[in-house]
């Protein structure tokens, strides 16, 4: 098994790494500088997967926050950096660069990718770009992860609405935008989240185009305002061709009255965070520190075969074991 951090038939990868402060942005001056370049085949020979043969632009007039925006790996596409890429995650700015909009809320999605049976959001092998560079979290078909979700809000009172989402995408590593033609993604593994560990309530389907966003409204009356602190990501097939071909994203954005939620707030900015998973045969080894207590990782009823039947819906070539 190849990893990113080694070097690949003489391409050696640099991850590099920045830090900007809060208040701190850099607005583009135009729409058309920054382009992100086509993904090259001998990059993507890193994040291929062994059953395989053979940075963002910013706009004007808004800046991201996100990390992995100057986390550089090859075979990175667009969907790799939502901050700079996805309308609703766009942080107002002014010409002179000044942030215009204020935080309304804080989110932080969490996995276990030291793989020991718990949570530590101080473990560097857990944290940060690790999470969003491949192959991120990576499950056995039939193997369930429990995921935290850290949220909190800084305004208890706000004009509009605040809508918390959780969206799965395929990420097509062969193409800039990391969008397959057509929407079609038959080449990407496949996995399932659920509500619950008894899998008794499906929110998101990777498999099916109308399971791959699933969203609350918060409520401040409610504990977390209605937004829940852990959901199971359960692997379903086999991710064939690259490492990181799927990726969770959890927005938590500001929809101004009569608005629709399509573009950024100019009031509040989004808040958001993201997940590469990969799928693999069987589970990865692991080195459980308290005997899986947590109960963080798990197996289905039938591994290899998962299956959705019997789950609540609410509204709204293969590749071997890492070494």
Do not use: C
């Amino acid at each position: 098994m190849k990893h990113l951090f080694h070097s690949f038939g003489g391409i050696v990868l640099v991850t590099a790494f920045l830090h900007s402060g809060a208040g701190q942005s850099n607005a583009q001056e135009n729409d058309t500088a920054g382009a992100v370049p086509l993904v090259s085949p001998s990059a993507l020979e890193s994040v291929a997967s062994p059953a395989k043969v053979g940075g963002g632009a910013m706009i004007s007039g808004a800046t991201s926050t996100n990390f992995s925006d100057s986390a550089a790996f090859p075979g990175k596409t667009a969907l790799d950096d939502p901050g700079s890429h996805d309308p609703r995650l766009r942080v107002p700015v002014d010409e002179a660069g000044k942030v215009t909009a204020p935080k309304l809320s804080k989110i932080d999605l969490d996995a276990d990718l030291d793989y020991d049976g718990t949570f530590d959001n101080t473990a560097p092998a857990g944290q940060g770009v690790h999470e969003f560079v491949p192959p991120g979290l990576e499950l056995g078909v039939g193997e369930l992860s429990r995921l935290l979700i850290r949220f909190k809000t800084y305004e208890r009172d706000f004009p509009g609405t605040l809508v918390f989402g959780l969206e799965v995408t395929g990420v097509n590593r062969e193409a800039s935008s990391g969008v397959f033609e057509g929407g079609e993604t038959a080449i990407s593994g496949r996995l399932r989240v659920w509500r619950d560990a008894a899998r008794t309530e499906l929110l998101l389907d990777s498999g099916d185009p109308s399971k791959r966003r699933f969203e609350w409204t918060y409520d401040s009356a409610q504990r977390s305002g209605g937004i829940p602190r852990t959901i199971y990501v359960e692997g379903v097939e086999v991710s064939p061709q690259f490492e990181g071909d799927l990726r969770l994203l959890v927005v938590a954005s500001h929809v101004p009255d009569g608005g629709n939620g399509s573009e950024s707030s100019p009031l509040y900015q989004s808040a958001f965070d993201h997940l590469l998973i990969t799928v693999r045969t069987e589970p990865i080894a692991k080195e459980f520190i308290n005997n899986n207590v947590e109960k963080v990782w798990s197996m289905v009823d039938a591994p290899g075969a998962s299956s959705a039947d019997g789950a609540t819906e609410k509204p709204s070539a293969t590749p071997a074991p890492r070494e």
